[in-house]
């Protein structure tokens, strides 16, 4: 870390002083956490401090786990397994608002990483449950509350191959409701597609959330995943599914209705595969006959009103941001 200074100060001191030291360093460190999934600040913290080996930091050690969800193999042996003086701490941190960081038990293991560490969450899940099969239940419901991405990803993964991932399935479909982002509504609905139960639940929430998913490369992967499970996802007048779940446009009618609504005019700005390309200045007549050289995947219609925002007066005509095969 970059105070070297301090940190080897608390390392090789354990008093009153080198604690004093060590709260003043938390909170600087708590200040510049950032939601950055990638940030370790925390993490290093819990590691140097556990090396240090110091009575003095137990209590540090302990906030760190249950404010900000930091916690290491070691630690957790030592002061919750079997201690059940200790559990309702070890309940607070694992169902604090915040996303797991598993730090290493030893210095030669400094590193990086994020700190995702599977075999602890079994161990701690495993605990948990057979202390208070109640507290297990409402741990993992609210992480699959809190949690995103690849941490909700991960802890989700160790709970169906550990444990039993069906008893959750509702608080799944309500995760699916909320998600602001198409990576975990995709793994989420490849988990509850398995159960047919769940299918008419899946395909109203995919329908109202394609603002997320049928954008970019994400719109094809979606498209071939409800090809081949039959979902009942409303499509538009300009497009339909070929044999392999794959968009097929109706230039004619997809211009017409974009047009006739005022989103985009004869002329809109045009981004393919995320690079500008001005198709009226080479030897192009028409926005489809540009349009027709292209093996297009997917189209993202932006406002001329959103445009112009951003571009100024080059984007009265709007903007579309195509993907091809």
């Known amino acids: 870390m970059k105070d070297s200074l301090e940190v080897n100060f608390l390392i090789k001191n354990c008093h009153s002083e080198s604690k004093t030291k060590a709260v003043e360093l938390l909170g600087k460190y708590r200040n510049s956490q950032t939601d950055n999934m990638f940030d370790t600040t925390l993490k290093t913290y819990f590691e140097i401090l556990q090396y240090a080996n110091c009575e003095e930091y137990d209590e540090l050690l302990n906030s760190l786990w249950t404010e900000n969800k930091v916690i290491s ?22 169902n604090s608002p915040q996303d797991f960081r598993f730090a290493t038990n030893h210095p030669e293991e400094f590193s990086l990483d994020q700190g995702i560490n599977n075999q602890l969450w079994i161990e701690i899940l495993s605990y948990i449950k057979s202390v208070s099969e109640k507290d297990y239940k409402e741990s993992v419901q609210k992480n699959i509350s809190q949690l995103t991405s690849h941490d909700l990803l991960n802890f989700l993964v160790v709970i169906q191959e550990n444990f039993d991932l069906n008893e ?6 309500m995760k699916m409701e909320i998600v602001k982002y198409p990576f975990d509504l ?11 139960e769940n299918h008419p639940r ?9 603002e997320i998913w049928d954008t970019g490369n994400w719109s094809k992967k979606y498209w071939e995943f409800i090809y081949e499970y039959k979902m009942n996802i409303e499509t538009q007048s300009y497009f339909h599914l ?24 004869k002329f809109p700005m045009i981004n393919v595969n995320r690079n500008p390309v001005n198709f009226y200045n080479k030897e192009y007549n028409s926005l489809k006959e540009f349009l ?14 959103e445009v112009v925002k951003l571009y100024g007066s ?10 091809t095969y």
């Open 292 to 305: 027709l050289t292209l093996n297009i995947q997917n189209i993202v219609v932006k406002k001329s009103e």
């Open 186 to 196: 995709d793994f989420l609905m490849r988990i509850l597609i398995q159960n047919e």
């Open 73 to 94: 193999q070691n630690y957790f042996k030592k002061k919750f397994l079997h201690k059940k003086e200790n559990f309702p701490n070890l309940i607070k941190g694992f």
């Open 168 to 173: 959750f399935e509702n608080e799944l479909l």
């Open 202 to 210: 899946i395909e109203q929430i995919v329908n109202t959330k394609k």
């Open 314 to 323: 080059r984007g009265k005509d709007g903007l579309l941001e195509i993907m």
């Open 242 to 265: 070929n044999e392999k779940g794959q968009k097929v446009y109706d230039l004619d009618k997809f211009i017409h209705y974009y047009e006739s609504k005022g989103e985009i005019g």
